[in-house]
């Protein structure tokens, strides 16, 4: 299997796994818990984006890995995990500008990695043996990170909404549907 098959079914596999984490433990607790509580979830595991600065670490990766590739991901990353202390800071506080920011901070993060696969991929091109030891963050990282994200989308877009889940959405703590 080429190297390009591996690090696309690799992809593959990690939002298919991770899809399967939403829908059992994730996706429940989100649907009970207040907009704010939920948000700081979803946006915590993004506060560790600053590994994407190993794209920049000779050894790390290969010499190979094209610059214009590396600095834009690794220095977009690290300004997604900014923005992602800022907007935890600003939801623990109840600041008035902590949906703001978390906007700021979910469009900001979501176009880093959608620019970094297209770089990656189209852009760029490139070879996935380039990414070194790098390569997990392609494939195990960035899947879920964009599943996140569509869920803080979805979080910020939806009308507020009591405690109670919607109709017809499978509450598995009592096992029934609402």
């Known amino acids: 299997m080429s190297s390009e098959a591996i690090l696309g079914l690799s992809i593959l596999m ?22 704010e509580d ?3 979830l979803l946006v915590v595991p993004h506060t560790f984006r600053f590994v994407g600065l190993s794209f920049l670490v000779p050894g ?12 834009p991901a ?5 300004a997604a995990a900014v923005l992602a202390v800022v907007a935890i ?20 993060g979501t176009v880093d990695l959608l620019h970094a696969i297209y770089q990656g991929q189209i852009g760029v091109g490139i070879d996935p043996g380039s990414l ?8 195990l990282v960035v899947p879920p990170l964009l599943v996140m994200h569509g ?11 009591s ?11 009592s096992g029934r549907l609402c």
């Open 14 to 35: 990690s939002f298919i796994a991770f899809s399967i984490v939403t829908r059992l433990y994730i996706w429940p607790k989100l649907l009970v818990m207040r907009r």
């Open 38 to 40: 939920a948000l700081i």
């Open 60 to 71: 790390v990766v290969s010499p190979s890995l094209s610059a214009a590739f590396a600095k």
């Open 74 to 78: 690794a220095y977009g990353d690290l």
């Open 89 to 108: 800071l600003a939801l623990v506080a109840r600041a008035s500008w902590a949906i703001p920011i978390v906007w700021v901070f979910n469009l900001w």
């Open 132 to 139: 070194g030891a790098t390569f997990f963050i392609p494939t």
């Open 151 to 161: 869920l803080i989308f979805w979080l910020l877009l939806r009308p507020r909404q």
């Open 163 to 173: 405690s109670r889940p919607p109709d017809g959405i499978d509450d598995r703590r």
